[in-house]
């Protein structure tokens, strides 16, 4: 199965970049991913501590960023492509 479509998970927003794109992915169920025309195994990097640590990472970035350039607050379309195991 192919499906292409915004995602996120419940009681998150729903994904606006590679990053936040990752850490949803390695944190579900979602097997196969293509982002920036690269397949990802996801089921290689479902563990809870790699999403923690993204988590923070991504999470600091974003506190940075905001401090640097407050004014800059966009949203970026993202196509993404999320494939199940047969």
């Known amino acids: 199965m192919l499906l292409s479509t915004s995602f996120n998970v419940n009681r998150e927003p729903i ?3 590679p990053e936040d794109t990752l850490i949803c992915a ?5 097997d196969y991913l293509v982002i920036e ?3 990802v195994d996801c ?3 479902r563990r809870f ?6 988590t923070k990472e991504r999470n600091e ?7 640097a350039h407050p004014e800059s607050n ?3 379309s993202l196509d993404v492509f999320m494939l199940g195991r047969p």
């Open 15 to 17: 994904v606006e970049t």
């Open 26 to 30: 390695f944190g579900t169920s979602i």
């Open 37 to 39: 025309m690269r397949l």
């Open 43 to 45: 089921e290689l990097y």
């Open 49 to 54: 501590e790699l999403v923690t640590q993204m």
């Open 61 to 67: 970035k974003m506190v940075d960023e905001d401090e």
């Open 74 to 76: 966009a949203v970026i």
